[in-house]
T-cell receptor, first 112, second 112 residues
Framework: DVKVTQSSRYLVKRTGEKVFLECVQD?????MFWYRQDPGLGLRLIYF???????EKGDIPEGYSVSREKKERFSLILESASTNQTSMYLC???????????FGPGTRLLVL | GDSVTQMEGPVTLSEEAFLTINCTYT??????LFWYVQYPGEGLQLLLK?????DKGSNKGFEATYRKETTSFHLEKGSVQVSDSAVYFC???????????FGQGTRLTINP
C-alpha cells in the first residue's frame, strides 16, 4: 500500500512564527504536491515538485515556500505565519502528475 | 482552460436511497477522470477512475462512466449507507499536464 505521512495532524502556531509541515512518501514517486483545503474553496494547489530540488508554483504560492532535498520528503514552509493561513494542508504524491495522486491524512493548522 | 464542475452540495439522503453526484468537465485533450472521497478528518482517497471514453470505474458499490459525448463522469450508487457520508471530489488529469484539476467537492450526508 502506498503510504503518505504528514508530520502533524493538528498544529497551533502564533502569527509571525515560521512553520514547517513535512510530508514523506514511501512509493518512490517522482511527483509531490501541497494543497490547502478551505470550506467553499475546494482544494487549491500551493506548490508541487517533479524531482529532487525541483519545484513549481501552483495556484496560490504567496506566503509559502517548499523544500525537496530527498525524493521521499517534501516540506512546506510558512515563513511568517498569518491568520489567513489557518487551513487544512494536504500533501500528495504520484508517479506522473496527471495520474492517481495519493494523499496524506492532512494537517489542520490554526494560526492565532 | 481545463476545468471540472460538480453539483453543488450539500446533498442529504436517507439510507438505501439512490445517489447521483454530477460531474462535467472541460478539457483540451483526452483526460483521465477520477472520483476521490474524503471521510471526516481524513485526507482524500481514490474511489475510482476511468482513463478513456466509455470506461466504467467502480469500487465499493460506486460507479461512474466516462462519457465523452456529454463530457461527464457522474458518480452513482444504488443504495447508500450512513458510512458513505463524506465529501466527494471529481478530478481530471491531462497527459503532459503537471497537475490534476479538482472540482469543488460535494458534501454528502446519509441519514439512518
Amino acid at each position: 500500500d502506498v503510504k503518505v505521512t504528514q508530520s502533524s495532524r493538528y498544529l497551533v502556531k502564533r502569527t509571525g512564527e515560521k512553520v514547517f509541515l513535512e510530508c514523506v512518501q514511501d512509493m518512490d514517486h517522482e511527483n509531490m504536491f501541497w494543497y490547502r483545503q478551505d470550506p467553499g474553496l475546494g482544494l487549491r494547489l500551493i506548490y508541487f515538485s517533479y524531482d529532487v530540488k525541483m519545484k513549481e508554483k501552483g495556484d496560490i504560492p504567496e506566503g509559502y515556500s517548499v523544500s525537496r532535498e530527498k525524493k521521499e520528503r517534501f516540506s512546506l514552509i510558512l515563513e511568517s505565519a498569518s491568520t489567513n493561513q489557518t487551513s487544512m494542508y494536504l500533501c500528495a504524491s504520484s508517479t506522473y502528475p496527471q495520474e492517481t495522486q495519493y494523499f496524506g491524512p492532512g494537517t489542520r493548522l490554526l494560526v492565532l | 482552460g481545463d476545468s471540472v464542475t460538480q453539483m453543488e452540495g450539500p446533498v442529504t439522503l436517507s439510507e438505501e436511497a439512490f445517489l447521483t453526484i454530477n460531474c462535467t468537465y472541460t478539457a483540451t485533450g483526452y483526460p483521465s477522470l477520477f472520483w476521490y472521497v474524503q471521510y471526516p478528518g481524513e485526507g482524500l482517497q481514490l474511489l475510482l477512475k476511468a482513463t478513456k471514453a466509455d470506461d466504467k470505474g467502480s469500487n465499493k458499490g460506486f460507479e461512474a462512466t466516462y462519457r465523452k459525448e456529454t463530457t461527464s463522469f457522474h458518480l452513482e450508487k444504488g443504495s447508500v449507507q450512513v458510512s458513505d457520508s463524506a465529501v466527494y471530489f471529481c478530478a481530471l488529469g491531462i497527459q503532459g499536464a503537471q497537475k490534476l484539476v479538482f472540482g469543488q467537492g460535494t458534501r454528502l450526508t446519509i441519514n439512518p
